[in-house]
């Protein structure tokens, strides 16, 4: 039995058909964590679909009742890079629901994590990149208003940037004003020797929501709205660098602000054998950067919820081997 809380339903599958996204990965987790004895039954709750009450709290009601009615305009069905239907709508309401379950369990045992989510690049009027709706936002927006947390950290390990996350938590800055970018070394002595990764840090980010992502910098989005840490890696960049400055980014991050909550976004996709990635991390150095998410954490007191985003392994197996893990090293760290 594990120390935490695994939200899933076999509901959050998306009716997308054949596309790189592969749907069928979260109830292909699902069974490998019971199969190989790493969870048993009750280490799962099943979530409830978000309220549209929910969803506006993030999302502009133009958009949401676009979705609700079918009716976006071909422009806007073409940017989410998935076939639009009331099906994929009803398990995109579901996935929210199951970000919101994860952030209250969290609160409650330290660390939750949802067979799922991760959604984050859709903004509060448009979806895009396989995005309806802004699930980790929409969970913070609503523990917040449960008055159950002030603040929240989110930790973007997809290796796409988490455009909507930066652009939703951005008007909650008191300043959006951009620092100069400046090596990482000037922050932090640790910093990687052998990579120059852009770090970009913007003042003032007083609001209630700290966002840290670290991506691949030549990937999508083209266009990547201010987190208030952005860490743009260059291609190819292996273990222990990604390592070094996911340590640096929750360094610094945590010195500036203290959360309530860590909504950590575990990506699979920065495998170096990702069809949609181009930095060359193993599943061993996946599984060490879960494990120094939880670390730090831990050590802090901070409870952290966990949704899965992207995964785009050649291999299949590998994208459930890569999720899997998270939950074995939340397991290993919080015992
Ligand atoms: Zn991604």
């Known amino acids: 039995m594990l120390p935490f809380k ?6 959050y599958f998306l009716p997308i058909g054949s596309h790189v996204f592969p749907a069928e990965k979260y109830k292909c987790i699902h069974d490998r964590l019971l199969a190989s004895g790493i969870a048993v039954p009750s280490d799962f709750v099943v979530p409830r679909p978000a309220t549209d009450q929910d969803v506006l709290l993030v999302h502009t009601a133009q958009y949401v009742e676009k979705l609700k009615t079918g009716t976006l305009s071909a422009r806007e069905e073409l940017e989410l890079e998935v076939p639009y239907s009331p099906e994929l709508v009803r398990a995109f309401w579901l996935g929210a629901g199951g970000s919101m379950l994860a ?5 409650n045992d330290g660390v939750a994590i949802s067979i799922g989510g991760g959604f984050h690049h859709a903004f509060p009027d448009h979806g895009e990149g396989f995005c309806l709706i802004h699930d980790v936002a929409i969970a913070i927006r609503r523990m917040q208003r449960d008055g159950k947390i002030r603040t929240a950290m989110t930790v973007d390990c997809d290796v796409h940037q988490g455009n909507g996350t930066a652009a939703i938590f951005a008007g909650t800055r008191t300043s959006s004003e951009p620092l100069p970018s400046v090596p990482a070394s000037t922050m932090n002595p640790s910093r990687p020797a052998k990579t120059s990764a852009k770090t970009k840090m913007h003042s003032g980010h007083a609001g209630d929501v700290f966002t840290i992502s670290l991506h691949q910098e030549n ?3 083209a266009l990547k709205p201010p987190s208030s840490i952005d860490i743009d890696l260059p291609d190819a960049i292996g273990d222990d660098d990604y390592l070094a400055w996911l340590d640096n980014a929750l ?3 945590l010195r500036q602000f203290q959360p309530e909550l860590l909504c950590y976004l575990a990506g699979a996709d920065p495998y170096r054998e990702d069809q949609l990635g181009g930095l060359s991390l193993t599943i061993e150095g996946l599984k060490k950067r879960d494990e120094l998410v939880f670390r730090v954490a831990k050590a802090r007191g901070i409870p952290v919820m966990v949704t899965l985003a992207g995964g785009y392994a050649l ?3 590998d994208t459930v081997t890569i999720h899997c893990n998270t939950v074995i090293a939340a397991k290993e760290v919080m015992l």
């Open 6 to 11: 695994l939200v899933y339903s076999d509901d």
């Open 219 to 221: 990937n999508y989005p």
């Open 251 to 253: 360094s610094s991050g």
């Open 315 to 317: 291999k299949f197996e």
């Open 103 to 107: 952030a209250d369990h969290a609160l």
